[in-house]
């Protein structure tokens, strides 16, 4: 297998590529990092995942998880692995210093994850949700909460959950049932069950923190019913004791892929002693995990972009190696040529990189936006442009890395298809990220239904005025011209789409509004990558012009300047028929009757 699973120049490339975009008197949202000190994190980052984490890769798919006498064991390297996170900081990198952290920015919280989760996603998703649980309990938990749960989450001994789902409430939260019965001192007696919890147990670490989701007897009907809890599966007894806290795994959850992490389903309350604390205050329990769920949506995007980036690199890997065939020119007693060299496998490999690149692209444009907000919490345009572009950071590189794992597959030809090589096991563990965090379906539904319209529509205005400015400096070089405009022109066909949507949901209501809400979700996702790689393209024709640059540095800026022609002249146009489609008073998703289907 390649020791290559992403570029580290692209990385940085990417970091800084929209540098300077903002006014000198904007916070510097990389808290005075320079790109010195973020190659050192960068380099640790990377030695760590190629040591510790990559070793693990096929043995975590190949012996996954297992249940036995209701405890889940996992591969012996995740306890050793969450040590060294928590020993050498990784963990706590975003918190305050209070905390033993470094107030790390989020946009580089992100590319350790993405270098992370390259080597090996299902070992790199444990730190990542106890760093989110974490996070939550530092937001809205008491100080006693705060003090007794945190370090031990920091320091990789306990690990950190996120416990929504339930066997009749998935996506639909406002129906979830599980109980929590006040019993003073800020505890309730938790009752229910839960599924579908990522690492909800396992025996890496000495105990597993739940934030759980669960409404308090009586509390009213619906969303504004939920409150949140931390519901530990060891609770603190007498002096710094452990104790059992009637909280049984039912079950292991055997899956496609992301086989290296479990994912378990609970029952809390069996024999009425499970106890959990509230966070912050009652009914506010959904408010307070959406904190952790919009940041998850962003990391779920970054780990599908990770996956498709492994998958990408081993195929690159193969293409340049792989001889066979000759070109059509060719005389046929000539030698096989790498397969690289037919136009088709090119163009496979173009739109990966295209995926890939403009996914992580995009993923730190929303990064750059939580890093000003995180200076300037009262930066409301921000907040905007971050609540727009989350939907599509989250689904646009699930849905595509799903193509681009599948491209991979198909450079390696039958070998892609068995375990010789990585892509087959890319391949399976890049399909649960289209569920997690909120399906496609309900991303669609949140963009187009209250993103699109929130405030009157200012933050699509604000989208269009970042874009606008791209496009007017890009401008600046001729080579980028043609960009520009089919950029221009792609926005206007966004633009008519949307009113003509606006128009139907006044005249038909909003469920036709809304039918194809998935539809939209993908042409505004393109035009959204087309945007990131003309930053991207604009950034390295600004590069070239350095005469200083040498002949490796030359040749990865025209790269970029043409996989940015590729995305233009091959996906940006598929935006005109997706408009035809959403345009089309024709709305067979409604129109079909269920007894219809046989």
């Not at 510097?28 to 050192?40: A, C, F, G, S, V």
């Not at 040590?83 to 210093?97: H, M, R, V």
Request: charged share 20%.
């Amino acid at each position: 297998m390649a020791d290559k699973f992403m570029s580290m120049k692209n990385l940085k490339f990417t970091l800084f590529s929209r540098k300077g975009k903002y006014p000198s008197d904007t916070p510097d949202y990389l808290n005075d990092h320079t790109p010195k000190t973020i190659d050192m994190i960068f380099k640790a980052a990377a030695e760590l995942a190629k040591k510790t984490m990559h070793p693990m890769f096929e043995e975590m798919d190949r012996n996954p998880p297992s249940l036995k006498n209701g405890q889940v064991h996992v591969h012996e390297g995740v306890k050793p692995m969450l040590e060294t996170l928590g020993k050498d900081g990784w963990i706590a990198a975003g918190f305050p210093e209070k905390w033993d952290g470094e107030n790390m920015p989020s946009s580089l919280l992100l590319c350790i994850n993405f270098i992370f989760a390259t080597a090996n996603y299902s070992a790199s998703v444990y730190a990542g949700l106890t760093m989110g649980a974490a996070k939550l309990i530092l937001s809205f938990g008491s100080k006693q909460v705060q003090d007794t749960y945190i370090p031990p989450m920091l320091s990789g001994k306990w690990q950190g959950t996120m416990a929504l789902t339930e066997p009749e409430a998935g996506t639909s939260l406002g129906d979830l049932c599980v109980e929590a019965i006040p019993i003073g001192k800020g505890q309730y007696k938790i009752n229910g069950e839960k599924i579908f919890i990522s690492a909800g147990d396992h025996d890496g670490v000495e105990n597993v923190i739940h934030l759980m989701l669960a409404r308090i007897k009586g509390a009213p009907a619906g969303a504004k019913g939920i409150s949140l809890f931390v519901v530990p599966k060891l609770r603190p007894g007498d002096n710094g004791s452990l104790i059992e806290n009637d909280v049984i795994v039912t079950q292991l959850f055997h899956k496609l892929g992301y086989r290296g992490a479990p994912i378990t389903g609970l029952r809390m309350g069996e024999k009425d002693n499970c106890i959990g604390w509230l966070v912050g205050k009652e009914h506010k329990g959904l408010s307070y995990m959406f904190q952790m769920m919009n940041n998850a949506r962003l990391e779920v995007g970054m780990g599908a972009t990770a996956i498709a980036t492994s998958a990408y690199h081993a195929a690159l890997d193969y293409c340049r190696t792989r001889l066979q065939g000759r070109k059509i020119t060719d005389p046929k007693d000539s030698i096989p040529i790498p397969i690289i060299q037919h136009p088709d496998v090119k163009r496979m490999l173009l739109f990966q990189r295209a995926v890939v690149e403009g996914s992580l692209s995009l993923i730190l444009q929303c990064g750059m936006y939580e890093d000003i907000l995180a200076c300037d919490p009262a930066n409301k345009d921000c907040h905007l442009l971050l609540e727009i572009l989350t939907p599509v950071a989250k689904t646009y590189p699930s849905e595509m890395g799903i193509l681009s794992t599948s491209s991979a597959i198909q450079c390696f030809g039958g070998y892609g298809y068995c375990d010789d090589f990585p892509v087959e096991q890319h391949f399976r563990d890049m399909r649960i990220h289209t569920i997690h965090e909120g399906t496609t379906g309900i991303q669609g539904l949140d963009l187009l239904g209250r993103k699109v319209v929130m405030e009157k529509g200012r933050a699509l205005i604000l989208l269009k005025q970042e874009m606008e400015e791209s496009i007017k400096t890009a401008k600046h070089h001729k080579n980028l011209d043609g960009m520009a405009q089919d950029m221009a022109e792609a926005m206007t066909i966004l633009e008519k789409t949307t009113m003509v949507l606006g128009t139907l949901a006044r005249e038909k209501g909003v469920e036709a509004y809304l039918a194809d809400a998935s539809l939209y979700l993908e042409m505004f996702g393109i035009l959204v990558i087309a945007w990131q790689w003309l930053i991207m393209a604009d950034a390295a024709s600004h590069a070239l012009k350095n005469k200083n640059s040498n002949k490796k540095d030359t040749l990865f800026y025209n790269g970029k300047i043409h996989v940015a022609d590729y995305f233009f002249s091959h996906e940006l146009p598929k935006m005109k028929g997706l408009s035809e489609t959403l345009t089309n008073k024709t709305k067979v998703t409604l129109d079909m009757p269920d007894d219809c289907f046989t």
